[in-house]
C-alpha cells in the first residue's frame, strides 16, 4: 500500500474540487492521484485538466490507496460501496463526503475494521474556502481524523466534532451557502426596486458580503459588535434593522435551520 496515494470515487463538483486543491498546493503530485467517475467522457475531461489517472473501475483505484474519499450522491453510495467493500483494509482510511450517510452505514458494508472518518463540507469548497466539518467512525482514531482534516482543509476550513452533531452541521454550514445566497438575492433585488442597475446592485452587495465575512472571520469582529458600529442612533440603519425586527426574520432563521436539520435526520433514517 503506498500511503501518499489518494482515491477520489466520484468526479463531480466536491471531487473535482478536491483533486484541484491537493493538486494546486503540491500537497500530492498528479502521479499520486486516482480518481473514478461513471462517465468516460468525464474522466477525459478531468484526465486532461489535471494530468491524473481518471477510471470507471473503482475497485482498482482504491487498491493500495492510503486514503479512499466517498464523493458520490448519497443515492449512489451502497452501489460504490458494494463494488470496494471487500478491497478495503485496516490500513486505508476511508473518508466519506456523502451527506446524511452515517458511518454504521458505510462500516456495516465494507470489510471489518476500516476506519471511517463522516465529512460534511459545503459548496465554496469549490473555490477552497469552503467549511467542513468531520468525525470518527467506530474504527477511527486521532491519526485518521488528523488525515482526514488535513486533506480537506485544501478546501478551505475543518473542524472535528461528534457526530451527534452532523445534522446540525448540515442545517447551519451544508445548507448556509443558499441562505446566504437567498439574502444576497433580496438584497440585489431591494436595489434593483430603489433605481440602482442589477450590474451596480450586485456588485454592491456581493462585496459587501465578502467584506463583512472577513471582518467577522479575520479581525474576528463578534456579529453583535459589528451591527452596533454600523447602527447610529436615529439612523438609516436602525429604521431597517426594526422592519427585519418586525418581520421576524430571526425567528425565521431559527425555524428554517430547525426544519433543515429534522429533514436531515429523517435522510439520515432512510
Not at 234 to 263: C, H, K, P, S, Y
Request: with cysteine.
Amino acid at each position: 500500500m503506498s500511503e501518499r496515494k489518494i482515491a477520489i470515487l466520484g468526479g463531480g463538483r466536491i471531487g473535482e474540487a478536491l483533486l484541484s486543491g491537493l493538486l494546486s498546493s503540491g500537497w500530492r503530485d498528479p502521479s499520486e492521484v486516482v480518481v473514478t467517475d461513471r462517465r468516460d467522457e468525464r474522466n477525459a475531461e478531468l484526465n486532461e485538466r489535471y494530468r491524473a489517472e481518471a477510471t470507471t473501475d473503482n475497485p482498482s483505484a482504491v487498491t493500495g490507496a492510503g486514503i479512499v474519499v466517498v464523493a458520490v450522491k448519497p443515492q449512489d453510495i451502497d452501489v460504490l460501496l458494494g463494488q470496494i467493500g471487500r478491497h478495503l483494509t485496516a490500513e486505508q482510511t476511508l473518508v466519506s463526503v456523502a451527506a446524511a450517510i452515517p458511518t454504521v452505514h458505510i462500516e456495516e458494508r465494507i470489510a471489518d475494521g476500516v476506519p471511517v472518518v463522516r465529512a460534511m463540507p459545503n459548496a465554496p469548497a469549490t473555490v477552497h474556502e469552503g467549511m467542513a466539518a468531520i468525525c470518527a467512525g467506530a474504527h477511527a482514531g486521532d491519526e485518521q481524523l488528523a488525515l482526514a482534516e488535513e486533506l480537506l482543509s485544501h478546501l478551505g476550513r475543518v473542524v472535528r466534532v461528534p457526530e451527534s452533531w452532523m445534522d446540525a452541521i448540515t442545517a447551519v454550514s451544508g445548507s448556509g451557502p443558499a441562505y446566504f445566497a437567498l439574502l444576497a438575492e433580496a438584497m440585489i433585488e431591494a436595489g434593483i426596486l430603489l433605481g440602482l442597475s442589477r450590474e451596480v446592485s450586485t456588485t454592491l452587495v456581493v462585496q459587501t458580503m465578502f467584506g463583512t465575512a472577513k471582518l467577522l472571520r479575520d479581525v474576528g469582529m463578534h456579529p453583535v459588535e459589528l451591527r452596533e458600529s454600523v447602527t447610529s442612533p436615529g439612523g438609516t440603519t436602525i429604521a431597517a434593522i426594526r422592519e427585519l425586527e418586525q418581520a421576524g426574520v430571526r425567528a425565521a432563521f431559527l425555524n428554517a435551520i430547525q426544519a433543515a436539520m429534522d429533514r436531515s435526520r429523517e435522510l439520515a433514517d432512510g
